[in-house]
């Protein structure tokens, strides 16, 4: 019987060396590696059944007690039989992927086996079916516990199943002398170099997960190095030049042959191959960044027809591009282009999946520590309008002069006064506060002003009924009243106007503060609100602490606007969304109406 074992170790080193090929190819290794869904359950059913129709073509025909030469069968004598290792492929198929692939890839090489004849046709077909059942439901049961399907299980495996077969050939095959003298020959052979076998397969299948483990480690180990070197360009914004110095990076220390970052609306930086026409400052040129900023989704392009580059001489050929998230909200995307399609391999996939999701918490991260700096700038800016000298010196004086002329008077604005320190020290610290606080802090500070410079100045309140309780970042309409009385009427002999309009538009609330004041040169209108502008009597830093709040408190939903002409007045609009929950309900008409 021991004749038998070397040509069934020739039989199993084939079903080796292809499964060592078939390891290596990439949709293989991420079949094996995964959780199967139907799509990956059908692939390995088809892998492993065509291991066996291979061990079927590929057996060892037996005569009676004649072992025949190694040929390709086609067919079998109806007295002969056949020695293989189609066991083998299918108790692993059944083992990795459960009942269904171990009863399907069965099935199909059972089914096969017993297209070839022979006396043992039927039994071999059955005992393939029933292995390949018996091997997914113990596999099954071995996962449920928690223990992992090791190389001595699945040859335990292997070779008990192999003896199910050859009792199977004992009780079914006919006549019995045949299967008696035929379990004798191949028998013991069989069982141990199917066990063999199985052993050396599952080798080659652990050590695909192993190197998944260490591919995953050496990836997650850059992702983090890259995360580390780019965090401080982070911190500094999401802007051209340090999306640049990120790019540097991120070329630097991957396969990659050129890295772009966009926002939403342009090119942000480009380093790397290509970029002659993928220029910083313009428009995204390929319509896989469309794709991607629309759909919020990775997409891979393995050619160039899938990038999409409107530039034909291109020499990109594939790319990966991710989107780059805050608060669920796309704001732009990294992608990573490579001039051979083969560079893109599951490795540089996993690395830029793992860097679109730190850079995405990054910049979120950003933006909250941005948030919290520009509040507590608010906050100090308002302190700052508190003690300053000519402010706070100024009131005093007048409350002081009026204690002695109008006592009710000067009692009234010290409490005015003390409301306007009270609603600025309070609104530093929420990021949210009702329109009525925010209007009695005008009221406030309008009281002392007016108070100083009685009829210099008329404020007509023209606020829609039930907003009082609407939330709204603070500081925002005080700063708007101050920057006109302020700047706008210097020096005027004719009566300030200031107009105040807050209404409801379109599920937006509209805060609307126009004056007939000096108006604005064209040159530091387009400024305005983009940058801190200094001036004599400030920072200029109000309407960019306001228009930069609400860019990052809003999510872009938000916006303010400059409106103003030389010698004929300026309005500011701001405009954000309007959250019917945080209102409630009254009748407030009237309120804040008069001068």
């Known amino acids: 019987m021991f004749h038998l074992a070397p040509f069934l170790l020739e039989k199993v080193g084939i079903i080796f060396m292809a499964a060592y090929i078939l390891s290596q190819m990439r949709p293989i290794r991420q079949i094996v590696q995964h959780e199967h869904n139907r799509r990956e359950k059908v692939m390995l059913t088809i892998l492993f059944g065509s291991f066996?129709?291979?061990?079927?073509?590929?057996?060892?025909?037996?005569?009676?007690?004649?072992?025949?030469?190694?040929?390709?069968?086609?067919?079998?004598?109806?007295?002969?039989?056949?020695?293989?290792?189609?066991?083998?492929?299918?108790?692993?198929?059944?083992?990795?992927?459960?009942?269904?692939?171990?009863?399907?890839?069965?099935?199909?090489?059972?089914?096969?086996?017993?297209?070839?004849?022979?006396?043992?046709?039927?039994s071999c077909g059955i005992s393939t079916i029933f292995a390949g059942i018996a091997a997914g439901y113990l596999g099954k049961v071995r996962k449920r516990k928690g223990k992992k399907i090791t190389a001595s299980f699945a040859a335990v495996t292997g070779m008990?199943?192999?003896?199910?077969?050859?009792?199977?050939?004992?009780?079914?095959?006919?006549?019995?002398?045949?299967?008696?003298?035929?379990?004798?020959?191949?028998?013991?052979?069989?069982?141990?170099?199917?066990?063999?076998?199985?052993?050396?397969?599952?080798?080659?299948?652990?050590?695909?997960?192993?190197?998944?483990?260490?591919?995953?480690?050496?990836?997650?180990?850059?992702?983090?190095?890259?995360?580390?070197?780019?965090?401080?360009?982070?911190?500094?914004?999401?802007?051209?030049?340090?999306?640049?110095?990120?790019?540097?990076?991120i070329l630097k220390l991957t396969a990659a042959d050129a890295v772009s970052i966009t926002d939403t609306h342009q090119v942000l930086a480009h380093v790397g191959v290509a970029s002659e026409h993928h220029i910083t400052g313009s428009k995204p040129v390929t319509g896989l960044t469309e794709k991607v900023l629309t759909y919020?989704?990775?997409?891979?392009?393995?050619?160039?027809?899938?990038?999409?580059?409107?530039?034909?001489?291109?020499?990109?050929?594939?790319?990966?591009?991710?989107?780059?998230?805050?608060?669920?909200?796309?704001?732009?995307?990294?992608?990573?282009?490579?001039?051979?399609?083969?560079?893109?391999?599951?490795?540089?996939?996993?690395?830029?999946?793992?860097?679109?999701?730190?850079?995405?918490e990054q910049l979120e991260l950003s933006e909250a520590y941005r948030q919290t700096k520009l509040l507590k700038d608010a906050e100090i800016k308002a302190l700052q309008a508190q003690i300053h000298p000519h402010f706070l010196f100024n009131s005093l004086n007048t409350i002081s002069s009026l204690?002695?002329?109008?006592?009710?008077?000067?009692?009234?604005?010290?409490?005015?006064?003390?409301?306007?320190?009270?609603?600025?020290?309070?609104?530093?610290?929420?990021?949210?506060?009702?329109?009525?606080?925010?209007?009695?802090?005008?009221?406030?500070?309008?009281?002392?002003?007016?108070?100083?410079?009685?009829?210099?100045?008329?404020?007509?309140?023209?606020?829609?009924?039930?907003?009082?309780?609407?939330?709204?970042?603070?500081?925002?309409?005080?700063?708007?009243?101050?920057?006109?009385?302020?700047?706008?009427?210097?020096?005027?002999?004719?009566?300030g106007e200031i107009t105040i309009r807050i209404f409801l538009k379109r599920q937006q609330l509209q805060i609307i503060v126009s004056d007939n004041g000096k108006g604005i040169e064209k040159d530091q209108l387009k400024q305005l609100g983009t940058k801190?502008?200094?001036?004599?009597?400030?920072?200029?830093?109000?309407?960019?602490?306001?228009?930069?709040?609400?860019?990052?408190?809003y999510s872009g939903q938000a916006s303010l606007s400059i409106d103003s002409k030389e010698n004929d007045g300026t309005t500011i609009t701001i405009s954000m969304p309007f959250d019917s929950k945080g209102v409630i309900q009254g009748n407030v008409e009237g309120l804040y109406s008069g001068r």
């Open 160 to 249: 008990t199943l192999e003896t199910v077969q050859m009792l199977i050939i004992l009780i079914a095959a006919k006549p019995f002398s045949l299967a008696l003298n035929l379990v004798q020959i191949i028998g013991l052979p069989m069982i141990l170099v199917n066990g063999l076998g199985t052993l050396l397969f599952m080798f080659i299948f652990q050590s695909i997960l192993k190197e998944n483990v260490r591919t995953q480690a050496s990836s997650t180990n850059l992702a983090f190095k890259i995360a580390d070197l780019t965090l401080p360009f982070f911190r500094e914004g999401f802007h051209s030049q340090s999306c640049k110095e990120i790019a540097k990076i």
């Open 296 to 360: 919020g989704k990775i997409i891979v392009a393995n050619n160039k027809a899938e990038i999409h580059c409107s530039e034909p001489g291109c020499p990109l050929e594939a790319a990966i591009v991710l989107p780059l998230m805050i608060k669920n909200e796309v704001v732009g995307t990294l992608k990573m282009y490579y001039t051979d399609p083969d560079k893109l391999d599951q490795l540089q996939q996993e690395l830029a999946e793992g860097l679109a999701k730190l850079f995405s």
């Open 52 to 122: 066996g129709i291979i061990s079927n073509y590929t057996g060892i025909e037996i005569d009676h007690n004649y072992v025949a030469p190694s040929e390709w069968l086609l067919k079998l004598d109806r007295e002969s039989a056949l020695a293989n290792t189609r066991v083998m492929g299918i108790a692993i198929g059944g083992l990795l992927g459960g009942p269904m692939v171990g009863f399907g890839a069965g099935v199909m090489a059972g089914v096969h086996r017993f297209s070839l004849g022979g006396f043992t046709a039927l």
């Open 532 to 553: 801190i502008i200094p001036s004599k009597k400030g920072s200029g830093s109000a309407l960019y602490n306001i228009n930069q709040r609400l860019k990052g408190l």
């Open 403 to 495: 204690c002695r002329t109008n006592p009710d008077k000067a009692r009234k604005l010290l409490l005015q006064l003390s409301s306007f320190f009270r609603s600025n020290l309070q609104g530093a610290r929420q990021t949210h506060v009702s329109l009525e606080k925010e209007l009695e802090n005008v009221n406030a500070y309008l009281s002392i002003v007016q108070t100083r410079f009685p009829g210099k100045y008329s404020v007509d309140f023209q606020i829609e009924p039930h907003l009082e309780n609407t939330l709204l970042p603070p500081f925002i309409l005080q700063p708007l009243v101050e920057n006109a009385i302020n700047y706008a009427f210097p020096k005027s002999k004719d009566k």
